[in-house]
């Protein structure tokens, strides 16, 4: 089972009881070291000893060839805070580029070949967020090309919190506010700084409910729902940069408790920072 290379015709996945023992084995396989996220790992743990835990499609990932944990780092540790064991899916992944590697394929054709929920959407989100962090995001730069790029990109983010900025950016694309790959990527940076912080500008951004007239979410909220209408379709990839600046802008004035009573970005000046 674990460690153990598989070759093509192996079974890629299987729904395993993971315990305690297996958790620490999985974890001293764990290669890339992310900074663990204690309130994540409480949460977890809460659910676990409650008895609610229950298989939702997440996955733990292990390299097929070397046995390495690729994703479910979390999850793992609050099994071995606990000692309670839980169910999974625990999934193979082929890691190794050399396969395929002159395939032409989409970031979403190989995330779903690497076993990654929301593929497309994540892929995108990706791209976004790793330009960001180096600084080439603009609206005409491009995403990581090669197999090789975009497994780079996404093993250098926390997976488990793209998958969470996935579904909140549904949400917020669901109130006709801007794409999930927009709001998914800003979000994913904005948990990084506070989540709290993240989950209460975002609700206030989705409802509007019981906002001053000069509150930087309902400036927010009023300035994507018209920006939506007034872009044309063919600026789509310069209307998603443009709306992710507004997102910024606004989030820093919330953290800083600043009014605000209207929210400008020109193409010229740098992306803004999330503060």
């Known amino acids: 089972m674990f460690g153990t290379k598989r070759t093509e015709n192996d079974v890629r996945a299987e729904l395993m ?43 733990i990932k292990l390299d097929r060839n070397a046995g390495e944990l690729k994703d479910g780092q979390h999850r793992l540790t609050a099994c071995v805070k606990t000692g309670i064991p839980f169910k999974s899916i625990v999934v193979w992944v082929d890691t190794d580029m050399g396969v395929d590697r002159g395939m032409n394929r989409t970031v979403g054709q190989l995330f779903t070949h690497l076993g990654i929920k ?40 926390d997976a488990e919190e793209l998958q969470t900025s996935v579904r909140l950016g549904s949400q917020m694309y669901a109130s006709g506010l801007g794409s999930i790959t927009c709001w998914g990527s800003a979000i994913y940076l904005m948990r990084e700084i506070d989540e709290e ?79």
Request: aromatic share 12%; proline share 3%; charged share 20%.
């Open 197 to 275: 912080d993240a989950a209460f500008f975002c609700e206030s951004v989705r409802n509007g409910a019981n906002l001053s007239a000069n509150d930087p979410a309902l400036i927010l909220r009023n300035r994507l729902s018209s920006f939506q209408y007034a872009q044309a379709k063919s600026r789509s990839s310069i209307r998603a940069f443009v709306a992710m600046a507004f997102i910024a802008k606004a989030w820093n004035a919330y953290r800083e408790k600043r009014a605000v009573t209207f929210l400008k970005f020109l193409q010229s000046e740098p992306f803004p920072q999330f503060k």
């Open 118 to 157: 929301h593929a497309n959407n994540v892929g995108a989100m990706v791209g976004v967020i790793t330009r960001y962090k180096d600084g080439t995001l603009d609206a005409t730069s491009s995403s990581p090309k090669t197999d090789d790029e975009r497994l780079e990109a996404y093993q250098s983010l």
């Open 17 to 59: 009881t993971i315990t305690p023992e297996m958790a620490k084995a999985f974890l001293g396989a764990n290669s890339n070291f992310r900074k663990i996220n204690q309130r994540k790992v409480a949460a977890y743990a809460r659910d676990m000893v409650a008895g609610s835990w229950h298989v939702n499609g997440e996955s």
